[in-house]
């Protein structure tokens, strides 16, 4: 084995480690001392690879990002000429994916966001160029963006250990959210929604007034 090889097989084995010890015991028991013990490494090891705890959980942000992007892209390439929201499909598609997938990948955003906030510039950037594309192709946008939040909504409910629900029942409410059939009905094109009552009441301050 070239030692090119061994470096990759030992920094894989280090975030592996680091996921576990994430999804056992909590972002706050990661250390580089508790990663070597995971993963069989020698603190050396990890450090050669991996200087402090921030580089580690920068590499698992990076590395799930790029999962998720590779899921994301094969997703599009399969609904992109049958679906009218082909962006949201693949989103909702993706968020589910991680919810579902054991160890999620999402760990690792919770620990950055927990343990560096800053990280988190990472992954919302790309966010918010897919809220972009959302929003455009979308024949109205807010519902398209209530669809989104609420497979946040399930997905980070249930990393926090907060969620009531099931399994069945996640996985029933992720299907509605993605079928477009269930949402046409309730779609209201930007023309035919009530006017912000901001604009309203610029559009009074504009007309002239009428003499007493």
């Known amino acids: 084995m070239d030692n090119a090889t061994r470096s990759e097989r030992s920094r894989n084995a280090a975030l592996e480690a680091a996921i576990a ?15 070597a013990r995971e993963s069989g490494l020698s603190k050396g090891g ?3 690879q991996f200087r402090t705890k921030e580089a580690v959980l920068k590499a698992l942000l990076e590395r799930q990002m790029a999962h998720f992007e590779e899921f994301s892209t094969a997703y599009m390439a399969k609904v992109g000429t049958n679906s009218a929201n082909p962006n949201l499909a693949t989103q909702l598609a993706t968020i589910r994916e991680a919810a579902t997938s054991p160890n999620s990948a999402a760990l690792a955003l919770v620990a950055a966001m927990v343990e560096n906030p ?16 959302i ?10 963006m209530l669809r989104w939040a609420g497979a946040m909504g399930l997905l980070l409910s249930s990393l926090f250990g907060m969620s009531p629900l099931g399994k069945e029942e996640h996985q029933r409410l992720f299907a509605r959210l993605a079928d477009d059939a269930q949402w046409t009905g309730l ?3 930007a023309a035919k929604r009530p006017a912000k009552s901001g604009a309203s009441s610029a559009a009074k301050a504009a007309s002239p007034r009428k003499r007493a």
Request: glycine letters at 6%; zero cysteines.
């Open 21 to 35: 010890i994430i999804a056992r015991d909590g972002p706050g028991r990661l250390t580089l001392d508790a990663i």
């Open 46 to 48: 990890v450090m050669h």
């Open 118 to 133: 800053s990280l988190m510039a990472l992954p919302r950037g790309r966010e918010m160029e897919r809220m972009a594309a």
């Open 135 to 144: 929003r455009q192709e979308a024949a109205d946008p807010d519902l398209a």
């Open 187 to 189: 779609e209201q094109p």
